[in-house]
DNA sequence: TGGCGATGTCAACAGCTGTTGGCCTACAGT
DNA sequence: ACTGTAGGCCAACAGCTGTTGACATCGCCA
């Protein structure tokens, strides 16, 4: 046989995530990316079952964030959003949710997932008063997804202008404000 | 005659605006505004042409910053997260341009007009260093529009969860320093 | 060699979309 | 009373969508 099953419903996976990032849910149709993975629309159906179903493969990301107490408190707001910064160029799941979650609940539900998940408890780790710590870890998902929100979807020329240390020096210290003063 | 035509143009005109708004662009349907309205799909294209008019007429915002040259410099911060609340709360057009800006070319262009018009000379008549003011504009446009995404689009429980004033009291610092320090 | 399961294609479905043109109807002006 | 016109409706179009089931082809295994 040419391929193997695994070969396609990878292939499938790679032009879903390209997709779905640049077009949002909707316009992203099922028979444009059956194309781009060069087979047939049918075949996405019958390795994801329906449009939901791939896209719940495709938005599957992980922060990998790294753990903060390992670095220097005063560094913690820097280090953040450096991270933040590298993990958003190079997985196309955050602009997938960021994309979609505007518009579609589901993919709204599965943000707060993660970030409930993934920066919640990252931040209460770091944190002297377990009660603030969701309003802390919130108050920092607000500055860094709209950092994202106004470079990479909107493109805001300004803040497209910005080199990373630019974004480093600016952003650390808010950060920083929020986790751990 | 039963209405006027601007009577039917402005009922298609709130109808458009709460659909576009909750829905965004692709979602919500002509058809579905026609029917809030209480009206035929085809009136929608007498009045409007097409979808991309009715659109741009929905989408057009105005901001009504006020003028921050007349509050103590040493607020200028609070009173501008304050007054975007306020803004955001009592304007769907607020919410249109976020939720179809981040699928919808067209409406990303119409919001960097906005912030270009609007935002940007604001920030410049602060400014002492004209170079670095749409820098600033660009910094408060993040945490600003981050805000707006966490709290009323995304949801993020601990954001949801947030008075007026502790918003306030937390971003106000931020913006004060991207503005005017 | 024969067959069988995996891989893949084709054509079609039902539903929805934006958009169009023709038709109706009720009122204002004469 | 007659007519013109503005406001509104209806039916249909062409295109696209997710999804389905029947059919084809290839290569392994008996």
Redesign the pocket.
């Known amino acids: ?8 419903k990878a292939a499938i996976l790679v032009a879903a995530r390209e997709r779905f990032a640049s077009d949002g849910y ?9 194309s781009d993975a ?9 390795y994801y ?6 896209f719940a493969a495709a938005a599957d990301v992980d922060l990998r964030f790294p753990d903060l107490a390992a670095v220097p408190r005063e560094e913690v707001g820097r280090t953040l959003v450096a991270h933040f910064l590298d993990r958003w160029e190079d997985d196309e799941g955050m602009m997938i949710l960021l994309r979609t979650g505007v518009t579609n609940e589901g993919a709204a539900e599965r943000m707060r997932e993660i970030f409930a998940a993934q920066l919640g408890p990252l931040v209460a780790r770091l944190s002297a008063d377990p009660a603030q710590a969701a309003l802390r870890a919130g108050l920092t998902a607000t500055q860094v997804l709209g950092m994202a929100l106004c470079r990479y979807v909107l493109r805001l020329p300004p803040v497209v202008a910005m080199s990373r240390e630019e974004i480093v020096d600016w952003l650390g210290p808010t950060v920083q404000r929020y986790l751990a003063e």
Chains 1, 2 share one sequence.
Do not use: F
């Open positions: 046989m040419r391929r193997t099953s695994e070969d396609t909707e316009r992203a149709t099922i028979r444009a990316i059956a060069g087979i047939d629309p049918s075949m996405v159906m019958r079952g329906n449009k939901d179903g791939l």
